[in-house]
């Protein structure tokens, strides 16, 4: 145990090349996903499911009476946007993020719009690309200096 410790204190200055590595590989992911998805993940609330159908816009939701949601988990700026890349590289909700990704229409002429089931599916690598290279990467990335520095103290 104490040996477990003592490589988990020493590979902290390591780990803060790693949390570098990290906060720039979220930032640029972020800064991709709110060019891609800022504004789009609102969308209207109807008890009537009729009227829901035929809302396209916030406008048209506030004028049908409904209510105008946007998910805690969103790319409206590119904080909340590493806010949700880091809870989608822990693979918590990331496929929820990812359909209100590929529903998402973008902003037209500053209005919200309401989404499209399927609207991009192309945006699927977006999400694919993250989960492999945030996922796997970065995370194995901690637990090889963690590993890296438990070696060198066993020797």
């Known amino acids: ?28 992911f972020a800064i991709v996903g709110v060019s891609f998805f800022k504004g789009a993940f609102g969308r209207c ?14 406008q048209n939701c506030t004028d049908f009476g409904g209510e ?20 989608m590289m822990t693979t918590e909700g990331w496929i929820d993020v990812m359909y209100n990704g590929l ?5 037209k002429d500053g209005m919200e719009m309401q989404p499209k089931t399927n609207n991009k599916k192309i945006l699927v690598i977006y999400f694919i690309l993250y989960m492999v290279f945030g996922s796997q990467f970065i995370l194995n990335l901690f637990v090889g200096v963690i590993m890296d520095n438990f070696n060198k103290i066993k020797d």
């Open 1 to 28: 145990m104490k040996l477990i410790v003592n490589a988990l204190l020493s590979s902290l200055p390591a780990m803060s090349n790693v949390v570098i590595v990290c906060f720039l590989f979220l930032l640029i």
């Open 45 to 58: 609330h109807l008890d009537d499911e009729e009227l829901l159908a035929t809302v396209v816009s916030r």
């Open 68 to 87: 105008w949601q946007v998910p805690i988990e969103n790319f409206d700026s590119a904080p909340k946007g590493m806010l949700t890349l880091l809870e």
């Open 103 to 107: 529903d998402a229409v973008p902003v």
